[in-house]
């Protein structure tokens, strides 16, 4: 209750607005009390108009109270300094649950300003001033204010933690070195702290270069975004004025058709009439003359009908015979079924190269750059299993595993004659065609060329038919001790790490072939960037002189 009292007391004492012993005190009409610059500073500037009103209970004053020193009130604070009572800190000067309090405060604690790492004590800014005062606290080290401060205390020897032993790894005190560390490689704190920092530094420089990187990463894929919207709406509107074009054209060639229907169907129409014309023409006449003969034959005078009838007689017979004979109407049909023929070979374009259209659509993707070295697992969501096609391999290679695999013969093999067949070379194409994005693998024994090729690669000629050697084929030189790659007859040294397993990637609508040597990790041997026209086979040549130990298969990626 007493130290309630004293509570009151500053409160009683102190300025509203500043929260601070009452200083030039001065009472307002309502009988409030505060510094005399607290409340001018509150109130502004003098203005008749304005309604001034006290901080406290609201009142309202309609002219500006004149502030008088209190003498008696200020002779009170005077007495109240000396006497040792200070003004009420604000409540938010007190520690809370979450704050650092004040070792020294004894009633209700201050939060504390610093914490001294030599003292092991945290102070309140009040009691921190003897840190600032006494040459004795010079060279304490203060600290922003810790909870766990006890954290930096020997739990052996309850002495402050100033040497690390490198030995253990761990903080330690000045007894513990010469004691359950002796021998140990120990240092001060301070210098285990400054070469730390250097490599907290030297962490952060990775981290900001790598948060760099990133952020170079994300402005690219940004642009990326944009190339992809862009490339989109333009393709978009290219394939509109394509099928516009396409339909326009369908449009003129109906309406040539439709003219040249209707113009033969006007000469058509014109050449019957004049036939109808004709022929009611020459009925007339004949009706005429059979008048005429009616006339004559009624006659009763026989010399008058032996005189008429001669020349009545020599007309009697038509002047035209007609060839005419009625049709059945389908006059234009020919003209209907070549469209129709038109129409079935439009359809079958179309739906050909709808799905050459739809594949590349479908398989767009952002066409990030290939590391060199990479992990297999990468790939393997593009892999497909393949086999060779007999009716491709040359008589000397014979094919095994399910025609996975295939080994070069002696003697040549019962297979039957077609025109698929290599016939002068050691060569031999997968059964499947490749399209999109595929991965394979191809285990070896001596020299082997790994290739691709259009299906329509030569199979009789010496040089266009050997994978490499024309516009139509792609291959890598695989020998034990060197790479090399060829297309159209034209040879590129390969270096890379020698392997008995090489993979192949293929992107076909991006027009990437990449080759790999294959070991714990991959390695980027070549890469080729172009435009393939035609589905792709895979292909393996045996080159060289013959040896009976070659073989290469396609392996099974799990």
């Known amino acids: 209750m007493a130290l309630r009292g004293v509570e009151l007391d500053r409160e009683s004492f102190s300025c509203s607005i500043c929260l601070d012993l009452l200083k030039d005190p001065v009472a307002i009409p309502c009988g409030h009390s505060y510094c005399m610059t607290c409340i001018q500073s509150f109130w502004g500037e003098e203005d008749e108009e304005k309604i001034h009103s006290c901080p406290q209970c609201r009142q309202t004053f309609t002219a500006r109270p004149v502030l008088v020193k209190n003498t008696m009130l200020a002779a009170l604070m005077e007495e109240l300094k000396r006497s040792g009572l200070q003004a009420a800190p604000a409540d938010h000067c007190y520690a809370g649950a979450e704050d650092v309090a004040c070792d020294v405060c004894t009633e209700r604690k201050l939060k504390a300003f610093k914490s001294c790492l030599v003292c092991v004590a945290s102070f309140c800014e009040q009691h921190l001033q003897f840190h600032y005062a006494s040459a004795a606290f010079k060279k304490h080290k203060l600290v ?78 940004e642009q990326e975004v944009k190339n992809i919207d862009v490339s989109a709406d333009r393709t978009v509107e290219d394939c509109e004025k394509t099928f516009s074009q396409l339909i326009c054209l369908i449009q003129d060639r109906s309406r040539d058709v439709r003219q040249q ?39 009763e005078d026989h010399s008058q009908f032996l005189l008429s009838f001669p020349s009545l007689s020599a007309h009697t017979l038509p002047t035209h015979c007609s060839s005419f004979h009625a049709a059945p109407l389908r006059y234009f049909e020919d003209v209907t079924a070549a469209v129709s023929e038109s129409r079935e070979k439009l359809q079958d374009i179309l739906s050909e190269t709808w799905t050459n259209i739809s594949l590349r659509v479908t398989e767009a993707d952002v066409l990030l750059s290939q590391p060199e070295n990479t992990n ?42 077609h025109p698929d067949r290599f016939s002068l070379f050691w060569q031999v194409l997968s059964t499947e065609s490749l399209t999109g994005r595929c991965y394979w693998e191809v285990e070896m024994r001596g020299d082997v060329r790994v290739a691709v090729a259009y299906k329509d690669i030569s199979r009789v000629d010496w040089i266009e038919s050997v994978f490499g050697n024309s516009d139509k084929s792609w291959g890598l030189d695989c020998s034990k001790h060197s790479y090399s790659f060829y297309h159209n007859e034209v040879e590129t040294p390969v270096s890379g790490p020698p392997s008995c397993r090489v993979g192949v990637y293929l992107d076909h609508p991006a027009g990437i072939l990449a080759f790999y040597s294959v070991s714990e990790t991959m390695t980027l041997l070549h890469r080729v960037q172009t435009t393939f026209t035609q589905p792709l086979l895979a292909g393996i040549w045996f080159y060289g002189l013959f040896a009976s130990d070659r073989s290469a298969e396609f392996i099974k990626i799990k």
């Open 261 to 299: 229907v209707r113009s033969q169907q006007q000469t058509e129409v014109s050449r019957v009439r004049g036939l109808q014309e004709t022929l009611e023409q020459e009925i007339a006449e004949l009706r005429r003359k059979d008048v005429q003969l009616e006339r004559l034959s009624r006659t």
């Open 144 to 221: 922003d204010p810790s909870k766990t401060l006890r954290e930096n205390m020997c739990s052996r020897h309850d002495e402050v933690m100033k040497m690390f032993c490198r030995t253990d790894q761990q903080c330690i005190c000045f007894l513990c070195s010469v004691d359950q560390h002796k021998g140990h490689d120990t240092v001060s704190a301070a210098a285990e702290r400054t070469e730390r920092q250097r490599e907290l530094e030297e962490s952060r420089l990775i981290i900001r270069q790598r948060i760099q990187d990133a952020e170079k990463d994300v402005k690219l894929l």
């Open 376 to 417: 297999r697992a990468e790939f393997f969501k593009y892999s497909r299993e393949l086999t060779l096609d007999p009716n491709t391999a040359n008589k000397q290679l014979l094919l095994s595993e399910g025609n996975r695999k295939v080994s070069l013969m002696k003697n040549e093999q019962s297979y039957p004659e």
